[in-house]
């Protein structure tokens, strides 16, 4: 079965030469295998009378075009498709009655469709394109008995009452105006409103403006007005974003206490979080923007150290060229340099909340974590080393030229990401090292043609990481880089940092909860201590193990290493090994 697909937001007929039209083969043979459509202009490819030559997809100038092939058994398992050239969607996972259901998979893939047709708000066409929707009982006989069979026949039935917590939830401001007390009040169909509130730690939040909330309370918000809906099926959408590790496992808790009695899909890019949280995971996987293929359920480490791997053995399909390891030991900090910045006894205040430091210096080719709760004055700190704030106190080599990424991104580039890119960092992007290094893995290259103001929040984060890396600085200030970004993406984003670092000696202060995301960037930890929102202690940096031990055991949580992909597992709470490390007191791996 061959797929051609056109992205349409890349095709752009008017600044081309209709290159896709005019070296197609069969075009040239008097076989109307590409045309135009009159109504818009854009290309229609007919991939009946396609040959696959790929010739169309290196002759357009704007990487508008896809074409793969895939196994023909696909066909009879095709969900939905938008339109003739458009994405296509093959299966669905499946929610299970009280268990935690885990999507895994880049973003574009198809969850969001997934998410809305197992909701009941998208009734999908099975392939035919031309249709707006199919019939239910021929969509129910394309599915085998099972689980997701028996759960689409209610929603074509009696129908399921749903709710979703969704993405991106800096949204949330923009849709209402108001205080969280009035919207939580608004969606408590359960009456539940204290008792969830009390859970999450947001009651105290009740009389706050939703726009002065910052991005973790926002997420516990929208959690909450999740929890709050009287439904059959939940599904959340990244819940652990802009969340520290404490209150993520919190979260964890939550919801396996809710998937007691509902059904429970997750989808979430911190494996660790994922690990501890899922009965199941569906891997999805294909092209971005093209198509997406669901697998049936695996055991959750299973999925997940095949996820990693890239390769999964029951389809036979390879989903990435290399597996994404970690190492074991880190020795990696001898290979750093002379300092780049150091500082001491630093003091700041804003409003109510004291931010201390300690002695602490940054070296040549040296990445240090930046770890602790929210609230502690991790950002602040950076805006410090940023230029953006004034120290109150103590002393700071501020000779060090610095590139800072923001935690919270916004896009005003009036422009196209090429436009963008130019602007802000010149012709260092075009250059081959960084190509190779930044660009190309966090896929940078196949938004260039897009307006930067319509980038979804996991583009924008790339965009916003390759311009940071890209300028000519000492130091670089990532804050948050993980959010929003797939799991794939987050562990290219960590080694492309990593990377930058060692070959040019510079220096990173990167802050982020994924500790995936830590375990494969840092060589080193700067970790915060405190109580969010009053006083801040940074201590370090520390090596890479006794910070980190520093750190889970404020937080009461336990590491160990997966035996076969060495990557951090958290273990659960009062078993064996999470007791047997918290007497020899080694949080972070034995």
Known sequence: MRVAVLLADRCQPKKCNAECEAFCPPNRNGIECIVFDPKNGKAIISEALC??????????????????????????????????????LFRL??????????????????KSTAIN???????????????????????????????????????????????????????????????VGELLSGVDERGALAEVAVDLGIDHLFERELPKLSGGELQRVAIAATLLKDADVYFFDEPSSYLDIFERMRIVKILQKLAENHRVIVIEHDLAILDVLCDLVHIVYGTRAAFGIFTPPRATRTAINAYLDGFLKEENVRIR????????????????????????????????????????????????????????????????????LEMDAGWCTMEAKVSYKPQHITAEFPGTVREWLDAEIGNSWHIGEFQTRVVRPLQVDQLLELQATKLS????????????????????????????LDANTRMEAAKAI???????????????????????????????????????????????REGMNRFLKGVGVTFRRDHDSKR????????QKDRTQKASDDYYYI
């Open 51 to 88: 040959i696959g030559c790929g010739i169309c997809i290196h002759k357009c100038p704007f990487d508008a075009i896809i074409i793969q092939n895939l196994p023909s058994e696909l066909e009879t398992d095709m969900i939905h498709r938008y339109g003739q050239n458009g994405f296509r």
């Open 568 to 575: 951090p597992r958290i273990n659960k709470e009062n078993s």
């Open 321 to 388: 060229d290399k597996p994404i390891s970690f190492l074991r030991g880190h020795t990696r900090a001898e290979g750093i340099g002379l300092p780049i910045l150091e500082w001491g006894d630093l003091e700041k205040s804003l409003g109510e909340f004291t931010l201390k430091t300690e002695k602490g210096t940054l070296h040549e080719a040296e990445v240090v974590g930046v770890v602790g709760p929210n609230g502690t004055g991790k950002t602040t700190l950076a805006r410090v080393f940023a230029g953006e």
């Open 93 to 110: 996972p499946a929610p299970r009655e009280e268990k935690v259901v885990g999507i895994l998979g880049q973003n574009g893939m198809g």
């Open 457 to 484: 929040g996991g583009e924008l984060q790339a965009v916003a990481i390759v311009i940071c890396l890209g300028r000519d600085a000492d130091l670089y200030l990532l804050d948050e880089p993980s959010a929003h």
């Open 117 to 179: 047709i197992l909701s009941g708000t998208l009734t999908p066409n099975l392939g035919d394109y031309k249709i707006e929707a199919a019939e239910w009982d021929n969509i129910l006989s394309t599915i085998p008995k099972g689980q997701l069979r028996d759960y689409l026949t209610e929603v074509a039935g009696t129908g399921v009452r749903v709710a979703v917590k969704p993405q991106y939830v800096d949204h949330i401001p923009k849709a209402f105006k108001g205080q």
């Open 498 to 544: 990593r990377r930058t670092m060692e070959s040019n000696e510079k220096s990173a202060l990167v802050i982020d909860h994924d500790i995936y995301f830590i375990d494969i960037v840092s060589d080193s930890l700067l970790v915060f201590e405190g109580e969010g929102g009053k006083s801040g202690l940074a201590v370090g940096p520390l090596p890479l």
